[in-house]
T-cell receptor
């Protein structure tokens, strides 16, 4: 069964460093998302991406964050200068259509630890 | 601001028991509601999606219902098994792209 793949599974970085989290969505999906979950808290929406542009973003997704689809298969989340509070599990997700009509498929996540 | 609440936060049952997980939301202008399963160290697996025009969805031993007027959804699990042990999340979607998640119910099914 097709699945969303995320790499790395764990990332440790120093505060102030840049990190890039990578995702390979399901091949025929058109809508891509990043969510995050801080330990013990709810899963939170960060950003949605369609047709090579951001379609919606949350207040969390400030200028330190960016997303890119550099080729036909990868979808990346970049954090320019990491903060301690960026430590969380980051989930990539994709869907064939907007989440109104189709289930969202999530990857296994990247656990980001900022020291 | 939309709030999604799940009760109980944790539930422990013996194998074979039928159980109900609850989800409530404050904004009745719902587009759909999705139930997910989250296993430790793994991602979220979509179980059921209920459109706003639907009252319930079924998949195997799982049945999810939606009552927009009362702002509630329930996930019914029949004949629970140890393999059902996981955290179950509900997620509300309104008119935008984002899903708003509850904090989840951690289910333990004891053999």
């Amino acid at each position: 069964e097709p699945e969303v793949t995320q790499t790395p599974s764990h990332q440790v970085t120093q505060m102030g460093q840049e990190v890039i989290l990578r995702c390979v969505p399901i091949s025929n999906h058109l809508y891509f998302y990043w969510y995050r979950q801080i330990l013990g808290q709810k899963v939170e929406f960060l950003v949605s991406f369609y047709n090579n542009e951001i379609s919606e973003k949350s207040e969390i997704f400030d200028d330190q964050f960016s997303v890119e689809r550099p080729d036909g298969s990868n979808f990346t989340l970049k954090i320019r200068s990491t903060k301690l509070e960026d430590s969380a599990m980051y989930f990539c997700a994709s869907s064939v259509q907007r989440t109104g009509g189709e289930k969202l498929f999530f990857g296994s996540g990247t656990q980001l630890s900022v020291l | 601001k939309q709030e999604v609440t799940q009760i109980p936060a944790a539930l422990s049952v013996p194998e074979g028991e039928n159980l109900v997980l609850n989800c409530s939301f404050t904004d009745s202008a719902i587009y759909n509601l999705q139930w997910f399963r989250q296993d430790p160290g793994k991602g979220l697996t979509s179980l059921l999606l209920i459109q706003s025009s639907q009252r319930e969805q079924t998949s195997g031993r799982l049945n999810a219902s939606l009552d927009k007027s009362s702002g509630r959804s329930t996930l019914y699990i029949a004949a629970s098994q140890p393999g059902d042990s996981a955290t179950y999340l509900c997620a509300w979607r309104g008119g935008s792209e984002k899903l708003v998640f509850g904090k989840g119910t951690k289910l333990t099914v004891n053999p």
